[in-house]
């Protein structure tokens, strides 16, 4: 079973700081990874895809791919009340043609 | 202009009834999906269709059907419904299936409660 893990937190980031979260998968033939963001009582919303090793910037959000250690990172800069949510992280396991998610991180900024 | 559009919003229904959740996307995509959402936040694919034809039926019980009249449209029909089905289901799409790209886009779900 092809697995994704994250620290599912909550993760407590003050305003104005760099939050980090991070993502775990377990299989080495991934190419595609997502994160989506996921308000309370709302459905996941995709904010950013990457595909290659090395950063992918966009707006505030900087996603990291290292396909060798099979890790994969969203980094909010400038973090936000509003940035307060579950980050599910999802990998494309391609044999199957599926997305793979992880739990979720809950991140809190707090003012 | 909703993108994936989804009825009920919400489901209140007692066991052994049977319910269907719709689901329609207008982005022109070929490929539609049904998850579950546990109240551990936990997200599990259950079927995907790819221009009206089964893909994917994760370990799903037999209960749960879905059904694709077109491609624009992806149906879950529950029956016998039981306690342990509540949750919040989500129908997603996602564009042409192409190697290495899965982008997919949700709805706005569907929080069934059994009672």
């Known amino acids: 079973q092809k697995e994704v893990e994250q620290n599912s937190g909550p993760l407590s980031v003050p305003e104005g700081a760099i939050a980090s979260l991070n993502c775990t998968y377990s299989d080495r033939g991934s190419q595609s990874f997502f994160w989506y963001r996921q308000y309370s009582g709302k459905s996941p919303e995709l904010i950013m895809s990457?595909?290659?090793?090395g950063d992918k910037e966009d707006g505030r959000f900087t996603a990291q791919l290292n396909k060798a250690s099979q890790y994969v990172s969203l980094l909010i800069r400038d973090s936000q009340p509003s940035d307060s949510a579950t980050y599910l992280c999802a990998v494309n396991d391609e044999g199957a043609q599926k997305l793979v998610f992880g739990q979720g991180t809950r991140l809190t900024i707090n003012p | 202009d909703t993108a994936v559009s989804q009825t009920p919003k919400y489901l209140v229904t007692q066991m052994g009834n049977d319910k269907s959740i719709k689901c329609e996307q207008n982005l022109g995509h070929d490929t539609m999906y049904w998850y579950k959402q546990d109240s551990k936040k936990f997200l599990k694919i259950m079927f995907s269709?790819?221009?009206?034809?089964?893909?994917i039926n994760e370990t799903v019980p037999n209960r749960f059907s879905p059904k694709s009249p077109d491609k624009a449209h992806l149906n879950l029909h529950i029956n016998s419904l039981e306690l342990g089905d509540s949750a919040v289901y989500f129908c997603?799409?996602?564009?042409?299936?192409?190697?290495?790209?899965?982008?997919?886009?949700f709805g706005p779900g569907t929080r069934l409660t059994v009672t």
């Open positions: 269709y790819n221009n009206k034809e089964l893909i």
């Open positions: 990457i595909y290659s090793n």
């Open positions: 997603a799409s996602s564009p042409p299936l192409a190697v290495g790209v899965h982008e997919q886009y």
